[in-house]
């Protein structure tokens, strides 16, 4: 690979880490505390890791679906925005949920998502 190659794949890869970083919403500082990288391979490789880990962290957060927004809520595996605000509509007109089976009243969420949600669902604090 020529100079010139090289130099248009690094741009690339540039180009490939700001948007990525872009779209998953990382904030870059002038004062952050974050490692640089001479190699664009291994700063793409060091943001995508980071953003596996705000993904893991975000799924095992224990959700009250009591409390939660529309925002935690569409955390969950299968629920999107209108299942979501179907549970605060649900929520607001018959109460809370006694129990984590219960949301399988809320039009749209049946026993195959309560089921894959059940261990980060709950009802009290």
């Given at each position: 690979m020529n100079a010139q190659?090289?130099?248009s794949f690094t741009r690339m890869i540039m180009i490939a880490v700001f948007s990525l970083v872009s779209t998953?919403?990382?904030?870059?500082?002038?004062?952050?505390?974050?490692p640089c990288f001479n190699d664009p391979k291994r700063a793409y490789e060091y943001l995508i890791a980071k953003e596996q880990s705000v993904i893991q962290a975000r799924e095992q957060k224990l959700i009250n679906i009591n409390r939660a927004s529309e925002g935690e809520l569409v955390s969950?595996?299968?629920i999107g925005s209108s299942k979501a605000q179907a549970i605060i509509?649900?929520?607001d007109m018959f109460g809370g949920f006694r129990?984590?089976?219960?949301?399988e009243k809320v039009k749209g969420i049946g026993a195959k998502t309560v089921e894959k949600n059940q261990k980060r669902l709950s009802v009290v604090d």
């Open positions: 190659h090289k130099a998953v919403g990382i904030t870059i500082e002038a004062n952050a505390s974050e969950l595996d299968g509509l649900y929520r129990t984590v089976d219960e949301l």
